[in-house]
T-cell receptor
Framework: GAGVSQSPSNKVTEKGKDVELRCDPISGHTALYWYRQSLGQGLEFLIYFQGNSAPDKSGLPSDRFSAERTGGSVSTLTIQRTQQEDSAVYLC??????????????FGPGTRLTVT | AQTVTQSQPEMSVQEAETVTLSCTYDTSESDYYLFWYKQPPSRQMILVIRQEAYKQQNATENRFSVNFQKAAKSFSLKISDSQLGDAAMYFCAYRRGSNYQLIWGAGTKLIIKP
C-alpha cells in the first residue's frame, strides 16, 4: 500500500510569509507525528495526533507554529511569519493506534523548507 | 530525562566489510524500545531494526544485527557485507514503553568505499 506522503517536497519562502506543509498518513494509521530536522541534526519532536486531537503540543517551538488534522487523516503544519531559523526538513510519520502497543512509526520523505 | 548519544559523526567502511555503529542511551526506565533508522539522501527515514528492552536476545534483520548491552546502556548496530546502498545517515532512537515519543541521537554518516 501507499506510504506516508508529504507535500510540497521543497518550499522556498521569504521571511515573514506563512507556509503550510501537508502530510498524508498511511491509511488506517490513527497516530500522526511531526518532527523537525535541522541541518546535520537528529529529529526534534514537534507534535503528535491521536485521531484528530493533539494531546501533546509541547514540542512546538513557538506560537507561530500550529497543526491540525481533519477526518483522522490528512494533517497540516502551519508556520506563520516564517523566520530564517525555521529552515529545516519537516518530517511526518504515522503509526497504528497507540493502544495496540506495537506502534512503529513510518516516515514520509519530508518537506525541505528554506526561508530566505 | 532520557538521552541518546551517537559518538561517531562519520564512519567509513570498504564495500563487503563489516562496520559497527555505536549508540548509548541514558534512562531509568525498565520498559523501553530501541531503534536504528536509516536516512538515505532521499530523506525518508527507514526503520532498520528494533530491540525490546525485555528481550535478552539481540535482534537481527538479514545483514543487520545489534549488540544490546542493557546494563551498559549500549545499543550498537553491526552491518555485515556492507553494500553501496547502505550509505546513509544512521540514527539511533529510544522510546519509553508507555510513551509514543522517540528520542533521537544526532546520527552517524556511513560512507561505503567501493
Amino acid at each position: 500500500g501507499a506510504g506516508v506522503s508529504q507535500s510540497p517536497s521543497n518550499k522556498v519562502t521569504e521571511k515573514g510569509k506563512d507556509v503550510e506543509l501537508r502530510c498524508d498518513p498511511i491509511s488506517g494509521h490513527t497516530a500522526l507525528y511531526w518532527y523537525r530536522q535541522s541541518l546535520g541534526q537528529g529529529l526534534e519532536f514537534l507534535i503528535y495526533f491521536q485521531g484528530n486531537s493533539a494531546p501533546d503540543k509541547s514540542g512546538l517551538p513557538s506560537d507561530r507554529f500550529s497543526a491540525e488534522r481533519t477526518g483522522g487523516s490528512v494533517s497540516t503544519l502551519t508556520i506563520q511569519r516564517t523566520q530564517q531559523e525555521d529552515s529545516a526538513v519537516y518530517l511526518c510519520a504515522s503509526s497504528l493506534s497507540l493502544s495496540l502497543g506495537i506502534y512503529e512509526q513510518y516516515f514520509g520523505p519530508g518537506t525541505r523548507l528554506t526561508v530566505t | 530525562a532520557q538521552t541518546v548519544t551517537q559518538s561517531q559523526p562519520e564512519m567509513s567502511v570498504q564495500e563487503a566489510e563489516t562496520v559497527t555503529l555505536s549508540c548509548t542511551y541514558d534512562t531509568s526506565e525498565s520498559d523501553y524500545y530501541l531503534f536504528w533508522y536509516k536516512q538515505p539522501p532521499s530523506r525518508q527515514m527507514i526503520l532498520v531494526i528494533r530491540q525490546e528492552a525485555y528481550k535478552q536476545q539481540n535482534a537481527t534483520e538479514n545483514r543487520f544485527s545489534v549488540n544490546f548491552q542493557k546494563a551498559a546502556k549500549s545499543f550498537s548496530l553491526k552491518i555485515s557485507d556492507s553494500q553501496l546502498g547502505d550509505a546513509a545517515m544512521y540514527f539511533c532512537a529510544y522510546r519509553r514503553g508507555s510513551n509514543y515519543q522517540l528520542i533521537w541521537g544526532a546520527g552517524t554518516k556511513l560512507i561505503i568505499k567501493p
